[in-house]
């Protein structure tokens, strides 16, 4: 751990309130001069704060929203769309907060993927990985809850099959179901507590994200190399060096963001859901936003249960294992840091671990693009079989476990990595000479 | 305590203070579990959730072919009035061939073998399967099919081909005379 360097204010006043609560050391020593960084990071390092911004966009505009929203089904739908036509900037607040969920999303998702790479969840660094995984478990959940909010017909029947979920479990499914529900179905109960939850959760995901900032103070930053910095030649103050280039990088992020917000602010979403619920009518196809739809995917693909072939014994029916391989395929990675036991920790020195990455990153385009279709869509006709877009999920979801319980072990014995730089100041002064 | 006599047995002797220690401990532990209770079970149904369990449903202006869709607890229901062809469709089937085997006898009322009621959500993850309206499509099996992850569904209700693990359910009903039910 990096040592902790006090700050003494000349300020007389500051000072004494200085020595009563180190606020200004504490700022000093996770995002200041006093906070010695590796000198090498790249772009690849800006989404950890572009996350913590979105985050902070995200509760700003969500409180203010809720000044406006009802919680109610008879209404919902209808102060929602008042907002937006009636409430001063109300235009410019609800599409930020629901373009600014994508927003997250593509920020932490580039962030995982990041971390995935340069592995950035290997030892010293397992605790501060897993606060990510439980900070991006809370995500999922508020954002759930949050579409459910415009009571759309995409947020009662996205809410209708995700609650249904919990009734695959055994003996207590039904009843899990129904404590969610608080009726017979996703009906106005529902709505009035996944309110309360969506404007709970984002301050459980600020405490996480404290804990997460924390442990990485713990064990410093990773960098692109994967070796530990050595000397203070190693590294550069975090301020003025990364405020400005985290600074650089959030310009361009919220150009981007901007973009979306005003030009095309339906352009994420469903439009189906400008059609109020209605609990008799079930949509075409239903369709989580996209930020979800690798796991959907991975749901839809399984339609077999898991028993003795050829005879009526099942272990798991269909439904439970698909439940199972959907959450299986987040929790897996908690275990990551232990199935990838290669003392090398970036990618950039694992010529085989990059390209089993990069197949990775395609399997996971696939699965997204699989989400986003009708079950029924036959993609091939080989020999009179058809070939559907739930089988090509099906192999998708396959590699995806694969990739992390089959692949890495193996490769974490077998690879043969390119030599590692002796110190990151070494490698950086090279390549610059 | 340092100064009573227990502590010169040892460090390790077990004390009445360790006996007050543990028992006080786990009765906090079960007494903080219970206090838990109210915050989750205000969750579940409220009363007059609970109490609006019934509806009664006069069947006399649906025709033979046609289906209605009524709302129950939130939930759609359907009432079928089933041809001659789909009753005898439907038990026709040989039950062991099912994948939730029941006969048609068991999800009808005995002498109202005409009446198909069942709840409308699909038993994989609740859609409301379409079927129930003249022009919908009504699967393979002539009953109901779901869109969403493509369960279809036999004249019976029965869960034939797709991903739904159950047929649809049969609520509780009964028939207060020939044209009238009372569901739940």
């Known amino acids: 751990m990096a040592e902790w360097e006090a700050v003494k204010p000349q300020n007389k006043a500051l000072a004494w309130f200085e020595e009563r609560l180190p606020v200004l050391s504490l700022v000093n020593n996770v995002v200041g001069a006093g906070t010695p960084s590796p000198r090498n990071l790249n772009y690849w390092w800006n989404f950890g704060s572009l996350a913590g911004i979105m985050l902070v966009i995200q509760i700003l505009s969500g409180i203010v929203l809720a000044m406006h929203y009802t919680p109610d089904t008879a209404v919902a739908f209808d102060s929602v769309e008042r907002i937006v036509r009636d409430v001063n900037y109300g235009w410019l607040l609800r599409p930020m907060h629901a373009n600014g969920a994508s927003f997250f999303f593509i920020a932490v998702y580039i962030h995982i993927l990041r971390g995935l790479y340069y592995g950035s969840y290997k030892a010293p660094r397992e605790v501060l990985w897993m606060l990510g995984l439980v900070i991006f478990l809370l995500m999922m959940a508020t954002a759930f809850m949050g579409y459910v909010l415009p009571w759309g017909q995409m947020s009662f029947w996205g809410a209708t099959v995700i609650t249904n979920l919990f009734s695959a479990i055994p003996l207590v499914g039904e009843d899990i179901r129904t404590l969610l529900w608080g009726g017979f179905s996703v009906d106005n109960p529902t709505l009035k507590r996944f309110f309360s939850l969506h404007f709970l959760l984002p301050f459980i995901i600020l405490g996480v994200v404290i804990l997460h900032i924390w442990a990485k103070k713990v064990s410093d930053s990773g960098n692109p190399l994967g070796v530990e910095v050595k000397t203070g030649a190693d590294q550069i103050p975090f301020h003025p060096f990364y405020t400005v280039k985290d600074a650089f990088g959030l310009g361009v992020f919220l150009v981007i963001f901007a973009y979306f917000v005003f030009f095309a602010p339906d352009a994420l979403g469903h439009p189906d859901n400008y059609i109020p619920a209605n609990s008799l009518v079930t949509p075409d196809s239903i369709v989580p936003e996209w930020y979800f739809l690798p796991f959907y995917a991975i749901l839809r693909s399984i339609t077999f249960d898991l028993g003795i072939p050829f005879t009526d014994i099942i272990f798991v029916p269909a439904k439970l294992l698909g439940v199972i391989a959907m959450f299986a395929s987040i929790l897996l990675l908690f275990v990551l840091p232990w199935l990838d036991s290669s003392k090398v920790r970036s990618g950039a020195f694992r010529p085989a671990f990059t390209k089993f990455f990069w197949i990775l990153i395609v399997d996971l385009v696939i699965l997204t693009w699989v989400g986003g279709q009708k079950p029924s869509l036959v993609i091939a006709q080989v020999a009179g079989m058809e070939f559907t877009v739930v089988d090509l999920g099906l192999l998708g979801t396959i590699y995806y476990f694969s990739h992390f319980i089959i692949v890495l072990p193996l490769l974490s014995r077998f690879e043969k990595t390119l030599p590692v730089p002796e110190s990151i100041s070494s490698a950086v002064i090279k390549s610059a000479g | ?184």
């Open chain 2, 1 to 184: 305590m340092s100064t009573t006599k227990h502590a010169t047995e040892g460090d390790d002797a077990v004390t009445r203070r360790d006996m007050l220690n543990i028992t006080a401990t786990c009765m906090s532990g079960v007494g903080a579990t219970l206090a838990l209770w109210p915050f989750v079970h205000q969750m579940n149904p409220a009363e007059d959730t609970l109490a609006l369990a019934t509806v009664e449903v006069d069947l006399s202006s649906i025709g033979a072919g046609e289906a209605i869709v009524i709302k129950w607890q939130g939930k759609p229901v359907f009432i079928r009035h089933r041809t001659a062809e789909e009753i005898s469709a439907a038990q026709a089937v040989e039950v062991s061939t099912l994948v939730d085997k029941e006969s048609d006898d068991e999800r009808i009322k005995e002498g109202h073998g005409q009446w198909l009621v069942v709840i409308g959500t699909c038993t994989h993850l609740g859609c409301v399967p379409v079927g129930t309206k003249s022009g919908d499509d009504k699967g393979e099996y002539g009953g109901w099919y779901c869109p969403c992850h493509g369960s279809h569904y036999d004249t019976s209700g029965r869960i034939r081909k797709g991903p739904a693990p159950r047929n649809l359910d049969v609520p509780e009903y009964v028939f207060a005379n020939d044209t009238m039910i009372k569901i739940g």
